[in-house]
Nanobody, 123 residues
């Protein structure tokens, strides 16, 4: 079974940095698009960043210029580098990926999610 696991969250001061990691494991032939979402307390989940198989990236306006999404397909890893963090970045961050399964079947975009990692930016 395919599994995604996020790590790297924590508590930082405004202006600080964190790098989130997303590790994929299981019956994986390849990975299409990878996305990072976040959900703050009492707020809706929002798409923060995405990266295609070819490396094309997109960001929500509020993080543009501060966050960088990347991927390492050889390691089945994805990352979200977060710089110049603001209190409004406080949220649980989730990794999502569309998986090419080992037998050639492509998953639905919403099939696979990590459990989330907490990011807190104080003050």
């Amino acid at each position: 079974q395919v599994q995604l696991v996020e790590s790297g969250g924590g508590l930082v001061q405004p202006g600080g940095s964190l790098r989130l990691s997303c590790a994929a494991s299981g019956n994986i032939f390849g990975i299409y698009d990878i996305r990072w979402y976040r959900q703050a307390p009492g707020k809706l989940r929002e798409l923060v960043a995405s990266i295609t198989k070819s490396g094309s990236t997109n960001y929500v306006d509020s993080v543009k210029g501060r966050f960088t999404i990347s991927r390492d397909d050889a390691k089945l890893m994805a990352y979200l580098q977060m710089d110049s963090l603001k209190p409004e970045d406080t949220a649980v961050y989730y990794c999502n990926a569309q998986i090419v399964l080992e037998w050639g079947k492509v998953s639905r975009p919403g099939d696979y999610w990590g459990r989330g990692t907490q990011v807190a930016v104080s003050s």
